[in-house]
């Protein structure tokens, strides 16, 4: 879980710190933010796309936008310094930080990252800074290794500054073996990687991406998937099933139609509620636009269940303020990571724990 999410210069904030903490530094399980239209809150649920992103941006990955892109879509306009972030976090009962500071160009100057060392103390990762020639690297004896250590180096003197560190580490995890990973790195390493990757984020304005982890079905409405996955396909039908009708209360069943061809199934969501006095069977498709915005809220609610951090922006956008008071109820009983929303929703606000509220 994030315990502290401090930026600067990032977007509209000048400077800001978001304490995610409870009593004795214990992180909420759950936090609303709440603002009017423009007042930042999006930008909140940004800098942590942000994160994702500046991890897996390597110099020439094909379809992923260059550090400087990235840099350049979240810096402030104008800015009267440079932009920085830092994520404080707990992961497994053990606390770190990451964090990271841009040159005006959007080059990297600093990049630090401190969590749990083999001895079960709390140590450096990495610190890396930038000279006047190649960058001053410092990495982790007990983290780093024998040859990883030597090849990180090389690739840190060649690629830092144009990547982050993190990036550049994700990079070697990807195209090496966990045997070799293993071997010459701590697994703390692997740790906080697989943490930034589980991280779901839901971005509502302009259809802005998000990011969910839950697996197989991009599309929960229709689509493909191969036969062998059919399991997969009635876990998510239960689970559909359930939430909705706990939400809708003239909605009686949720089912997938199914066609088998060859090796694959093309699933289609269909929706059996009351109209007119009937109960009648229609397509998810045609549904309202506010049942699909819950549809699209469902990813991310699972992956919150299933114990990941979420961040969901504007979660009562469309939705009917009684809907979102019982979507509320059903997800706070459900999350099992750290679920962080916002709203501008002030009537949703009085129903909530005010230690867990935060205004911008």
Same mark, same amino acid.
């Given at each position: 879980?994030?315990?502290?999410? +401090?930026?600067?210069?990032?977007?509209?904030?000048? &400077?800001?710190?978001?304490?995610?903490?409870?009593?004795?530094? #214990?992180?909420?399980?759950?936090?609303? +933010?709440?603002?009017?239209?423009?007042?930042?809150?999006?930008?909140?649920?940004? =800098?942590?796309?942000?994160?994702?992103?500046?991890?897996?941006? +390597?110099?020439?990955?094909?379809?992923i936008d260059s550090l400087g892109a990235i840099h350049g879509k979240h810096a402030m306009a104008q800015a009267d310094g440079q932009m920085h972030v830092r994520y404080e976090f707990i992961l497994d009962g053990k606390r770190g930080w990451y964090d990271l500071t841009f040159t005006m160009t959007?080059? *990297?100057?600093?990049? /630090?990252? *401190?969590?749990?060392?083999?001895?079960?103390?709390?140590?450096?990762?990495?610190?890396?800074?930038k000279t006047m020639d190649f960058p001053s690297v410092?990495?982790?004896?007990?983290?780093?290794?024998?040859?990883?250590?030597?090849?990180? #180096?090389?690739e840190m003197n060649r690629l830092w500054g144009k990547n982050t560190a993190l990036a550049i580490i994700s990079s070697e995890y990807s195209r090496n073996t966990s045997t070799y990973m293993d071997r010459w790195s701590f697994e703390g390493m692997g740790t906080v990687l697989e943490f930034i990757q589980s991280i779901s984020t839901n971005i509502d304005p302009q259809g802005m991406p998000g990011h969910s982890p839950v697996p197989y079905l991009q599309n929960i409405d229709h689509g493909w998937i191969e036969?062998?996955?059919?399991? @997969?396909?009635?876990?998510? /039908?239960?689970? *559909?099933? =359930?939430?909705f009708i706990r939400l809708c209360s003239d909605i009686r069943d949720i089912r997938y139609e199914r066609r088998v061809d060859g090796s694959s199934i093309e699933y289609r969501l269909m929706v059996t509620r009351e109209i007119a006095g009937k109960e009648r069977v229609i397509p998810f498709?045609? /549904? =309202?636009?506010?049942?699909?915005?819950l549809l699209s809220l469902f990813p991310s609610l699972m992956s919150c269940a299933l114990g990941s951090v979420t961040f969901i922006d504007e979660?009562?956008?469309?939705? !009917?303020?009684?809907? *979102?008071?019982?979507?509320? =109820?059903?997800?706070?009983?459900?999350?099992?990571?750290?679920? @962080?929303?916002?709203? &501008?929703?002030?009537?949703?606000?009085?129903?909530?724990?005010?230690? !867990? +509220?935060?205004v911008i």
């Open positions: 879980m994030f315990t502290r999410i +401090v930026l600067d210069n990032f977007l509209s904030f000048g &400077h800001v710190e978001f304490n995610l903490s409870g009593a004795y530094g #214990k992180p909420l399980n759950y936090a609303f +933010v709440y603002g009017e239209n423009g007042s930042g809150k999006t930008n909140l649920v940004r =800098s942590i796309a942000f994160l994702q992103n500046i991890t897996n941006a +390597v110099a020439g990955n094909d379809g959007g080059d *990297v100057c600093r990049e /630090e990252l *401190v969590y749990s060392t083999p001895k079960g103390n709390r140590g450096r990762y990495f610190l890396i800074e410092s990495l982790g004896k007990e983290i780093f290794r024998g040859e990883l250590s030597k090849n990180l #180096k090389k036969r062998i996955d059919a399991a @997969v396909l009635d876990a998510y /039908e239960e689970a *559909v099933s =359930s939430f498709e045609d /549904e =309202s636009s506010g049942i699909k915005k979660l009562d956008s469309g939705i !009917h303020d009684k809907m *979102v008071r019982d979507l509320i =109820s059903q997800a706070m009983d459900a999350i099992g990571g750290q679920l @962080v929303v916002t709203t &501008h929703n002030t009537s949703l606000l009085e129903t909530l724990d005010p230690r !867990h +509220v935060f």
